[in-house]
């Protein structure tokens, strides 16, 4: 199975709250697992990455954990800014392939409330 | 980091032309990949643009539809061919670098396409 599964698809959020974004996978030969984010008007953008020999990374307010038996991954952004609305995506890939294809989710419209 | 250029950003064409995409990579990279995304959803892959050979497409997608070129490691068109309303999307461009550092797709802009 080559597709990943995002929820939810919309995201409403005070600020300084906490998002959270979750993804699931089914193809075990994944390797890659990153997050883009999106603004209106703009091309996706990396945001943070995680590859699965470790349950978590941390950039700053943003925060990948990884459950690799239970093949998800959740994107986590503390203390929510207005400026953090946005749509996100997950997606995974193969580095083995060697073809640098990513597979998306479906995509979560995050809005931040002041 | 690589920068993405596309252009045109946006156009408006009537049904049955065509329009070719044009994108810019700053750097070389590794490979060059064609999207379709639909306002709201996810990102759709077209193609592979390979690098002085035919492009490799995905499922549901045709060449002579959507013919692709790369003739060098920084540079892609995509063509819409034979229009109708149904191609009116945003069509993405991006470049893949990938080494033991890490994997990171960069994205263009988009060019948005309405079809009339």
């Known amino acids: 199975q080559q597709q990943v599964k995002q929820s939810p698809q919309s995201l409403i959020v005070q600020k300084g709250g906490i998002s959270i974004i979750n993804c699931a996978y089914e193809n075990t030969a994944f390797d890659y697992f990153p997050w883009y984010q999106q603004f209106p008007g703009k091309g996706p953008a990396l945001l943070i990455a995680?590859?699965?020999?470790?349950s978590e990374k941390k950039e700053g307010r943003f925060t990948i954990s990884f459950n690799k038996s239970a093949k998800q991954f959740s994107l986590h952004i503390m203390d929510s800014q207005p400026g953090d609305s946005a749509t996100y995506f997950c997606?995974?890939?193969?580095?083995?392939?060697?073809?640098?294809?990513?597979?998306f989710g479906q995509g979560t419209t995050l809005q931040v409330k002041p | 980091s690589a920068v993405i250029s596309q252009k045109p950003s946006r156009d408006i064409c009537q049904r049955g032309t065509s329009l070719t995409i044009q994108c810019q990579v700053d750097?070389?990279?590794?490979?060059m990949f064609w999207y379709r995304q639909q306002p709201g959803q996810s990102l759709t892959l077209i193609a592979t643009?390979?690098?002085?050979?035919?492009?490799?497409?995905e499922s549901g997608f045709v060449i002579d539809k959507f013919p692709i070129s790369r003739p060098n490691l920084t540079f892609s068109t995509l063509t819409v061919s034979n229009m109708s309303p149904e191609d009116s999307s945003i069509y993405l461009c991006s470049g893949y670098s990938g080494n033991e550092a890490g994997d990171t797709q960069y994205f263009g802009p988009g060019t948005r396409l309405t079809v009339l």
């Open positions: 750097s070389q990279v590794t490979m």
């Open positions: 997606a995974a890939s193969m580095r083995s392939s060697n073809t640098g294809k990513l597979i």
């Open positions: 995680i590859r699965p020999d470790v």
């Open positions: 643009a390979n690098q002085g050979s035919e492009a490799t497409y």
